[in-house]
């Protein structure tokens, strides 16, 4: 009998596949990938996908100068999203699907990272790298034309849980650190795009439950065994007054990430006055309703919101190939955040 969950990725490619095929989002191939730090003999990357050609200046040691197929005169900082791949804490890849690909035809610049996953390493290693990541690109903003102050993260599934609770913890959580080495620069995020992500690991789902479950293995636990484990992981337990603002999209047949779980976070971002729009389609745990013109439009009105307004991407421009080599993780030194 295969697997529920190989059923369930197979069908999210086909979906995928059946997106790029209409010309809805476009694949696409990284301008460049980065290893934004080493820890347990585990090298922790990301791949970019950048709007236009930073001039060079400020670029760190060891990293190759990107060279894109587009180019921006004058030089345009760049609002980036963070994407974080889903896949249950134990599965997926940066290089799986985004739809967060289309915005950089948007003027958006794209970031898509890998963290550890749950056999390699227990809660809260996945947030810790999330953070360092995010830090790791702030850092190192004017070598690839970012604008600090205009990050957002989004995830789906898991990468929505990780996306939320990047956006919803503070230095003061101590979820920063242990990672790599740029401290001096903040993980903050402007907003969180939540695509049906768990919210709530104290929800008696019973099938979670379990020490062998997706949420048993990240926590290294059944969680009947350690609530608090599970309080400490569940974005609901940090929300206050003054969080950044959340959209949340969410499928009302999902049997995987029960709806409740955005409805209750939905309610205490609202009891807390923090901006927050929750968005329901039908459908299951991912699928074509999230890649549906309606859905993308959501986000864009949200981005625009949280972001304001950004400059169009220009057109192509005839530049040299790119260099070959694979940039190196380094010790940042100066920080441009907020």
């Not at 095929?21 to 996908?49: C, E, F, M, N, Q």
């Amino acid at each position: 009998m295969v697997p529920p969950g190989k059923i369930v990725r197979t069908l999210l490619l086909i979906f995928a596949c059946l997106s790029l095929l209409s010309g809805r989002i476009h694949a696409r191939l990284p301008d460049t990938t980065v290893t934004y730090a080493r820890v347990d003999s585990l090298d922790l990357k990301l791949d970019l996908y950048l709007v236009g050609r930073p001039t060079g200046e400020g670029q760190p040691p060891n990293v190759q100068p990107f060279i894109s197929p587009l180019i921006v005169p004058p030089l345009i900082r760049r609002p980036l999203i963070v994407w974080i791949h889903g896949g249950g804490w134990r599965g997926g890849s940066r290089a799986d699907f985004s739809p967060a690909w289309t915005w950089v035809d948007s003027g958006y610049s794209v970031a898509s990272l890998d963290y550890r996953l749950s056999q390699q390493k227990k809660w809260p290693a996945q947030l810790k790298d999330v953070k360092a990541a995010i830090r790791w690109l702030r850092a190192n903003a004017d070598a690839f034309a970012l604008d600090t102050a205009r990050f957002i993260a989004w995830g789906e599934s898991a990468g929505g849980h990780l996306a939320a609770m990047a956006g919803l913890t503070t230095p003061a959580d101590a979820f920063d650190g242990e990672v790599e080495d740029s401290l001096k620069t903040s993980s903050h995020v402007r907003g969180v795009i939540d695509y049906y992500g768990p919210t709530n690991f104290l929800e008696p789902i019973p099938k979670r439950w379990t020490p062998w479950s997706s949420v048993g293995e990240l926590l290294g636990c059944g969680v009947r065994k350690c609530m608090d484990r599970a309080r400490w992981a569940s974005p609901v337990s940090y929300v206050n007054p003054g969080d950044v603002p959340f959209l949340i999209v969410h499928g009302t047949l999902d049997t995987t990430v029960p709806l409740t779980q955005s409805l209750l976070l939905d309610s205490l971002l609202r009891a807390a006055q923090v901006p927050v729009e929750l968005r329901t389609v039908e459908g299951e745990h991912g699928g074509p309703a999230f890649l549906a013109d309606s859905t993308l439009a959501w986000v864009s009105a949200f981005l625009t919101r949280v972001l304001g307004p950004v400059a169009p991407a220009p057109g192509p421009a005839l530049l040299p190939a790119p260099r070959p080599g694979v940039p190196e993780a380094y010790s940042p030194g100066s920080s441009r955040a907020p």
